[in-house]
């Protein structure tokens, strides 16, 4: 089961407490999901546990019992509910302040629990969250360019600013922001989805900072051992040509301690000199080796 599936059977045992957050609910289902054409109204959704609660929905907010829920077109198929007659489809059309291309009747919501109860709606009818181990997106996808644009401006009002682009003959509107994903799951009721998700993106976070971490210290590790490959080569060469005893002292002493520590780095080969001195004097006194040996 994905991700977004689990949050989605999450927020179906939900239980929407006022009739106005249950209308809000099902005008978001019916905008997403919904399809009105020869006097039938079919929401066609994937899976069973939002069909069951759009016909719950149907039937709390219409009072009505001509909501019929179709079995699976095909196996892993798609559920429909569907909604017969003109005089029921206009009576849930005005309930929900919907018109006739499903659009929304109203600028806005007022009441917060009901902007709440449309957005989980919208997540139940078009929407899908990417498992945040491999990525942070959120989307919700229509066919109704209008529509998007209103619902992107409604999750403006909620304090989400979403991106919106066109795919196929789609709409997508989505969310790439981890805070912002982790909350919206929050607000629409995924309380549980919405401390997994936090829990894997703290520990996707530390994952990404060892592992920066490790190849920093390889990529240092590396550079270290080819400085002292170079500083090695340059000694063996003022043996063979001049021999190390015609160098001064101090340089005689630095080469000496890089050729029996060739693994050290260089703050810590300086600590072997005696006195030690600094990590700067030892870089100092290298240098002059390698001087030393290019000009031979």
């Not at 016909?55 to 009072?63: D, K, S, W």
């Not at 699976?72 to 919907?98: D, F």
């Not at 210290?217 to 040509?241: F, G, P, W, Y």
Request: net charge neutral; proline share 3%; aromatic share 6%.
């Amino acid at each position: 089961m994905t991700f977004s599936t689990e949050t989605k059977n999450s927020l179906c045992r939900m239980e929407a407490d006022t009739w106005c957050c249950k209308r809000s609910e099902l005008a978001a289902l019916v905008c997403f999901a919904g399809t009105l054409r020869k006097g039938t109204l079919k929401l066609n959704i994937e899976n069973k546990n939002i069909a069951d609660r759009i016909f719950a929905l149907m039937q709390e907010v219409m009072l009505s019992n001509e909501v019929v829920l179709e079995a699976p077109k095909k196996a892993g198929g798609w559920y429909t509910v569907v909604l017969c007659g003109e005089k029921a489809i206009q009576s849930l059309l005005r309930t929900l302040e919907l018109s006739e291309t499903l659009m929304p009747c109203f600028a806005s919501i007022e009441l917060e629990c009901c902007r709440a109860s449309f957005l989980r709606g919208a997540f139940l009818g078009g929407g899908s969250v990417a498992d945040p181990e491999k990525n942070y997106h959120l989307e919700f996808v229509t066919t109704n360019q209008s529509f998007a644009e209103f619902f992107t401006q409604q999750l403006a009002s909620c304090g989400y600013i979403a991106g919106m682009t066109a795919r196929k003959n789609h709409f997508v509107i989505y969310l790439k922001d981890s805070e912002a994903i982790a909350e919206l799951l929050g607000l629409i009721g995924a309380g549980t989805t919405m401390m997994n998700f936090y829990n894997i993106k703290i520990e996707r976070e530390l994952r990404n900072r060892v592992n920066r971490q490790v190849n920093c210290d390889s990529a240092n590790l590396t550079k270290t051992m080819d400085a002292a490959q170079k500083q090695l080569e340059a000694i063996h060469k003022i043996d063979r040509v001049i021999g190390l005893d015609a160098l001064p002292p101090q340089l005689y002493e630095m080469a000496r301690a890089r050729l029996e520590n060739p693994e050290l780095a260089l703050k810590d080969l300086a600590l072997t000199l005696s006195p030690p001195i600094g990590k700067s004097g030892a870089n100092h006194r290298l240098a002059k080796l390698l001087a030393i040996a290019d000009s031979l």
